[in-house]
């Protein structure tokens, strides 16, 4: 009986596809909670929302947008047989990914300086709608930054398995799967953007 | 468990790269695979039957008999644990499936070797997982399987290390269904199309797109219990802002569709059984593989009826339980495609069969009896009643399981290369319906008659029928003894069995038994349709 | 194998996908300041749903992939609307 060794690479998408829609759900339980309270709290969160550095945010989203660009480009790279300008977008994005990271740690940082975090005195002597919404807030962008985390160690593997030539102009699937995962990471923050700092 | 027939080594023999116990734990043959989960879950299905013995052992009577309020508490969080996740959930698609499906596909693995065994690998630890929080701490969890706030959040026993455990074991189930989505896509052989694919493979394909969708809801539904306990960030605590029924909504988003993960499968073991006993092609290939996508898509838009009595919307009440009767529509297709086939055919009552029957008349029992619950106006009255508790044992024990023990008789032979004693198969089958019966027909009855669930302690007027239902517990427990003693002497000294002993007509029946690693000695050719037995006795692929 | 099964998207095309996503950024944080009521949460979704269709379509490829992708991505935002959508029927109409 032979053997088919060579990889599968439509079956691989396929695979990275069907787990990208398990983070879509993961997250749109948290959606679910987030409608709801949104329409059961108007006044709270639109409030509350004012709380949110809006430059932040917008800076933010600007980052992550431009490091999908950088992660998109990198596998166009690869696949023109580009390798080094692929590493180097693939270090860009990862770079991106940081910037990230370093402003929700300042962000955040601010709003438990002043004493708004999870079940704190001050958070708790708020109206409701505002305990709810800072709730969701931290797990929302929280579980996302955790994601952005994940996903910044494994464009670094990626880049190493690229250095390495394991990953090629002829067998790319690891990076574009991993581009997947990243832009799925970007879309998720393009939905929280707006429903955290844009709250009218 | 040699091969007789060929020298090539069966799968049990080929250890590949790794020798002893490691050839096994760090397989990726999904043969090995499938046995690994199937002497996983059955052993957990052990443990659940014992929990479930000393349940009913503590209820013959009222009052404290066995055990006290609390310790009956964890008895029924775990039972239910245990049984919903580690066995039930897993149980077709992860040992049956993972075994044959490839096979029947003329494929030689999965498509993701290496994450199906980290499904196993998942299931394991959070299989240790669950073990750490019974034993640790405060003890096991007394919330109920379902977890439910207020109190999931403040009892003091280990519900953090219980839910984390889910965690994992639901990441476990996504990870299998994920694979054999893409396996059906891309790893059939060439000349099979969709069309062409046993309806066990349809089977497993609607229910691994329910795995991918709904199993993440109940990932973050557990992740927020756990940052609840530890945060008090108070999504669900009415003291802050929260709604507690939101949490039952985010929990039956996934626990509807999971019990369709858990009968779809069984659905599709019975559409493989009927047509071989039968001696004739399956009725309505076509209708049984759409109902299969039916039931699956119908059966997530259900979850609030399990809601109907929380505080939740009259509108809401209405809607959820006007569609909830929409789901019965695909399910009685199947049955009566089952039955359709069954006439007329020239019927070969083996024990797979029995069980493919058995499966019949309690998973419509308990179906009907779901009628009941869904229908608003009556569930009111029956509501966490003994009515539920029966409800669910007929579906998913007199369902699922049978149709379980139904695929185990049936591919016993092409797994193990033995053959069973076929007369002791048929008196377990038979302890165990009647068992079955009386274990759970005075759940309908009690529940009817005002007995609520999760009571460890009951009015007098109720013992007539706890007694009964004691009794059947124990008749069950024979039942299974012997049903799982006689497939255990099977293995160890039944007759050595053909390539097809059933003269069935998939794939898994041309090559030899048990298998090979690579499933197939020569390359299999399409000849025949899944459910085509014509000449097949004369058939050299098939004898 | 490979050939006739990938798609390269250029650069250029990457590049005018960005400056559209910055501009409906842009077009977003303007709205925000804009009261219209409850169509203010149905503008910032839609805007925010147009650069999530650029995303996929153009970063992810989900353009140039065959109809089973598009199918299954469908399937899977449409169950999360189901979900979200269903829940309503109880938030929305609670009498208490």
């Not at chain 1, 409030?47 to 980052?63: H, I, K, P, R, S």
């Not at chain 2, 199937?38 to 013959?60: D, K, P």
């Not at chain 2, 945060?231 to 802050?240: E, S």
Request: proline share 4%; hydrophobic share 50%.
């Amino acid at each position: 009986m032979t053997h088919n060794t060579s990889k599968d690479y439509i079956g691989a998408k396929i695979g990275m596809w069907l787990f990208l829609f398990t983070e879509i759900l993961l997250f749109g339980g948290l959606f679910v909670l987030y409608s709801v309270y949104l329409h059961r709290y108007p006044e709270e969160f639109h409030l509350a929302g004012q709380e949110l550095n809006v430059y932040f945010g917008t800076a933010n989203t600007l980052v992550l947008l431009t490091s999908s660009f950088s992660m998109a480009l990198s596998i166009t790279a690869l696949q023109k047989g580009n390798k080094k300008l692929c590493m180097i977008l693939l270090t860009i994005t990862m770079i991106l990914a940081c910037v990230f990271l370093f402003n929700k740690y300042l962000e955040w940082g601010a709003k438990i300086h002043h004493g708004i975090y999870p079940d704190s005195p001050t958070l708790l002597e708020r109206p409701k709608g505002e305990i709810i919404f800072f709730g969701l807030y931290y797990v929302m962008t929280g579980l996302h930054g955790l994601h952005v985390l994940i996903g910044s160690f494994i464009i670094l593997i990626v880049l190493i398995l690229v250095a390495k030539n394991r990953v090629t102009s002829s067998d790319f699937v690891a990076v574009e799967n991993t581009g997947l995962y990243w832009h799925l990471v970007d879309m998720i923050w393009i939905y929280l953007f707006p429903l955290f700092y844009l709250v009218v | 468990m040699n091969s007789s027939e060929s020298k090539t080594l069966s799968f049990w023999e080929d250890d590949g790269r790794f020798s002893g116990i490691f050839s096994w734990i760090f397989t990726t043959d999904h043969k090995r695979i499938g046995i690994l989960y199937l002497y996983s879950v059955l052993s957990l299905f052990a443990v659940g039957v014992v929990i479930g013995l000393l349940m009913r052992l503590e209820l013959i009577a009222p009052g404290s008999t066995i055990v006290g309020a609390q310790t009956y508490n964890a008895f029924f969080t775990v039972h239910g644990v245990i049984m919903i996740f580690l066995f039930v959930i897993p149980s077709i698609p992860a040992s049956l499936g993972n075994l044959f499906l490839p096979i029947q596909l003329g494929a030689e693995d999965v498509a993701f070797p290496r994450i199906n065994l980290l499904s196993w690998w998942l299931y394991i630890t959070g299989l240790i997982l669950i073990l750490i929080s019974l034993f640790t701490g405060q003890g096991a969890p007394d919330t109920g399987w379902t977890f439910y706030v207020p109190f999931s959040e403040y009892t003091t026993t280990n519900v953090n290390v219980a839910v984390l455990g889910v965690f994992i074991l639901g990441f476990s189930s996504i990870l299998t269904g994920l694979n054999f989505i893409t396996t059906i896509h891309r790893m059939r052989m060439p000349e099979m199309k969709l069309t062409q694919i046993p309806l066990f493979g349809w089977s497993l394909y609607a229910t691994g797109w329910i795995q991918v969708l709904a199993t993440p809801i109940l990932g973050i539904t557990v992740l927020l219990i756990f940052v609840e306990r530890t945060l008090g960030i108070g999504l669900f605590d009415p003291a802050k802002g929260g709604d507690p029924v939101l949490y039952q909504h985010l929990f039956w988003i996934y626990s509807h569709p999971a019990v369709y993960i858990m009968v779809v499968p069984a659905m599709g073991v019975v559409t493989e059984i009927i047509p071989v006993f039968a001696r004739k092609h399956i009725f309505g290939y076509k209708a049984i593989a759409l109902s299969s996508l039916g039931i699956a898509f119908a059966g997530s838009l259900v979850w609030a009826h399990h809601m109907f009595t929380s505080g939740m919307s009259d509108t809401a009440v209405m809607i959820f339980s006007f569609l909830t009767f929409i789901v019965a529509i695909p399910s009685a297709v199947k049955i009566f495609n089952w039955v359709a086939t069954l006439y007329k055919g020239s019927i070969v009552l083996e024990p797979p069969l029995l069980y493919a029957l058995a499966f019949i008349f309690l998973f419509s029992i308990g179906g009907l009896t779901g009628l009941v619950v869904g229908s608003a106006g009556t569930d009111i009255h029956v509501h966490d009643t003994y009515f539920v508790v029966g409800h669910f044992h007929y579906t998913i024990f007199g369902g699922t399981v049978f149709g379980m023990f139904g695929g185990l008789h049936y591919w016993f032979p092409k797994i193990y290369g033995k053959m069973y004693n076929k007369k002791v198969a048929t008196t377990a089958w038979g302890i165990l319906f009647i068992g079955f019966n009386v274990l759970y027909f005075p759940m309908l009855v009690l529940g009817i008659m005002g007995m609520p669930r999760r009571y460890f302690d009951y009015l007098p007027e109720y013992q007539l029928g706890h007694v009964i239902s004691t009794v059947g517990s124990w008749i069950v427990a024979v039942g299974l003894i012997l049903m799982f003693y006689n497939l255990y002497r099977g293995i160890k000294k039944g007759e050595p069995a053909g390539k097809n002993p059933w003269n069935a007509a998939t794939l898994e029946w041309t090559t030899q038994s048990p298998p090979p690693k690579l499933n197939f000695i020569k390359e299999p050719q399409l000849t025949r349709g899944p459910y085509d037995y014509k000449g097949i006795e004369d058939d050299t692929q098939y004898q | 194998m490979h050939a006739e099964e990938e798609h390269i998207v250029e650069f250029k095309v990457l590049f005018k996908v960005l400056i559209a996503l910055f501009m409906l950024t842009g077009l977003t944080v303007l709205a925000g300041s804009v009261d219209l009521g409850y169509f203010s949460v149905a503008v910032a979704l839609l805007i925010a749903t147009a650069k999530a269709s650029l995303v996929v379509f153009f970063f992810m490829h989900l353009k140039y992939e065959g109809g089973l992708f598009k199918i299954m991505v469908l399937l899977a935002f449409v169950i999360l609307a189901i979900f979200i959508g269903f829940t309503f029927f109880d938030v929305a109409f609670r009498t208490n």
